[in-house]
């Protein structure tokens, strides 16, 4: 199975900014999209972060009403990979960060769903201090 591999986490001051990166190797199929979770010991994994691959939406991204205007998700389509570039973090940001991927069909309504995404990564944890 395309293993997936995220990276760029660590501990930042609020206000502060961190790039995530997310690749997907090895793709086999064609990829729907790619989404970025994060997730609070404790709590449910929460969508942050989507973006489309293919398709009438391909391209389009979608966030979480927390992170919007704060936080831009991006892709690579030739590599398979998608970015989240963070900007004026806050406290409530730290969490583990984890890559999804789903193949083929992306509805606008589930993209940021967990139970849509049967491949993971292993995460990459991000720390806010205030």
């Known amino acids: 199975q395309a293993q997936i591999e995220e990276s760029g986490g660590g501990s930042v001051q609020a206000g502060g900014s961190l790039r995530l990166s997310c690749e997907s190797s090895e793709s086999s199929g064609r990829i729907g999209c790619m989404t970025w979770f994060r997730q609070v010991s404790g709590k449910e994994r929460e969508g942050v972060a989507g973006i489309f691959f293919f398709g009438g939406a391909k391209g389009r991204a979608e966030y979480a009403d927390s992170v919007r205007r704060r936080f831009t998700i991006s892709r690579d389509d030739n590599k398979n990979s998608v970015f989240l570039l963070m900007n004026n973090l806050r406290p409530e940001d730290t969490g583990m960060y984890y890559c999804?991927?789903?193949?083929?069909?992306?509805?606008?309504?589930?993209?940021?769903?967990?139970?849509?995404?049967?491949?993971w990564g292993h995460g990459t944890q991000v720390t806010v201090s205030s």
């Open positions: 999804a991927r789903r193949y083929d069909v992306c509805m606008w309504s589930d993209i940021l769903n967990r139970e849509e995404y049967p491949d």
